[in-house]
């Protein structure tokens, strides 16, 4: 079974300071997806990235990066400079596609607040 | 904008009554996925439609929950008898599905269920 694990439940950092977010997963399937959504007070969930398990090239987007390591199930994800509008709640999330149902499992989310 | 959109956005009901939620999805979207969160929790998976077919339904999904996409675009969510533990934000998101996989959903706002 698929499993997300978001070990840190809060992170609060002074606004600024670079932060990363831990995402670890548990899948057997050989092909999957990790997902990064933002879910703000307002509740609506944001996607933000998208990583196929064959490319393990890390990403950069403006402040956001990420780090995809397959030997250890990894998928963190970098806020560079962080501001009040990124306090949220961050989900990681695995998909196994295999089967043709592109089902989310997420995990427990990190709530992130940015103290100015 | 054209994103995903639920109706109602709030809904209070007295446990044993009947309840009903709307999603419309992106217009062109093929798929179209509920989801279940409660404080503090992940989004849960609960079925799955492509087009007007119902494909697949978690455990979660007691027989008290029935979800219909009759033509294939919008969607609604059934709970007969609510109970208290069904008080949770229910969340619709859609995705286009073609031949690829590992395809984003983009979610609605969600319906938040209180059952007293």
């Known amino acids: 079974a698929q499993k997300v694990t978001q070990a840190q439940t809060e992170i609060s950092v002074v606004e600024k300071e670079d932060v990363t977010l831990d995402c670890v997963y548990e899948?057997?399937?050989?092909?999957?997806?990790l997902f990064w959504y933002k879910q703000p007070p307002s509740g609506e969930l944001v996607f933000l990235i998208r990583?196929?398990?064959?490319?393990?090239q890390n990403e950069i987007s403006g402040r956001y990066s990420w780090n995809f390591q397959k030997s250890t199930s990894s998928f963190n994800f970098t806020i560079t400079a962080s501001q009040v509008v990124d306090s949220a709640v961050y989900f990681c999330?695995?998909?196994?596609?295999?089967?043709?149902?592109?089902?989310?499992?997420f995990g427990t989310g990190t709530r992130l607040t940015i103290i100015p | 904008d054209t994103g995903v959109s639920q109706d109602p956005r709030h809904k209070i009901t007295k446990r044993g009554q009947n309840v009903t939620f709307r999603c419309d999805p992106i217009s062109e979207h093929n798929r179209l996925y509920w989801y279940r969160q409660t404080l503090g929790q992940g989004p849960e998976f609960l079925t799955y439609f492509q087009n007007e077919a119902q494909l697949e339904k978690s455990r979660l999904l007691s027989d008290r929950f029935s979800a219909e996409r009759p033509k294939g675009s919008f969607s609604t969510l059934e709970i007969q008898r609510t109970e208290q533990g069904d008080s949770a934000m229910y969340l619709c998101a859609s995705s286009l599905w073609a031949s690829g996989s590992g395809n984003e959903q983009f979610f609605g706002p969600g319906t938040r269920l209180t059952v007293l």
């Open positions: 899948t057997r399937d050989t092909t999957y997806y």
């Open positions: 990583r196929n398990s064959f490319d393990e």
């Open positions: 999330a695995l998909s196994e596609a295999d089967f043709g149902n592109e089902k989310l499992t």
